[in-house]
């Protein structure tokens, strides 16, 4: 065998072990990092496709499973068209994200700044939406980011929801402090 025939034997055996590898993941989605699976709360159509699915706007809704008591709503584009329809379809990073206290907040354990509260697949490889946590100490708020991230290239796009902690009701007098659950 002479070398150029090697190269191109070794350069299609890469290849190829990389789209078994690839096809094998196809079944593995990314799940919820921390969270449970979002809870799909409406879909609106934005781009019209003669043949195949319709490009869509989704809102979705999580609570956060470390802290009782606050939930997040984010609203994600959807491609349509054939590639989004296989799931093939890289999705665009702009994603929007409102966070509030819906009860008495009650912290299960401590975490540290910036912790993953939620993380989802945004394309085939690579690509993943990420809702974090963090508090602000000095003013008793948590605060939440998301973000999507590519392991070469990241994206800027990204959205902030604050949530201070305040009490819920005459039966919730004790406000916990963010700052005391922050390793």
Sequence with gaps: M?????????????????LALAIASLGLAVPAYAADEPDLIFRRSTVFKWLSPNDKLATYGVDDPEVEGVSCHFTVPEKGGYKGWLGLAEEVSDISLACRQIGPIRFKAKSEQGEDMFR?????????????????????????????????EGSPKNSTSSVPIMPWGAGDAAVQKCGEFIQ
């Excluded at 945004?122 to 973000?147: E, H, P, T």
């Design 2 to 18: 002479t070398f150029q025939a090697f190269s191109q034997h070794d350069a299609r055996w890469r290849i190829g072990a990389l």
């Design 120 to 152: 989802q697949r945004r394309s085939l490889f690579f690509k993943k939406m990420q809702i974090v946590r963090g508090c602000d100490a000095k003013r008793n708020v948590l605060v939440y980011m998301v973000y999507s991230d590519r392991i070469i």
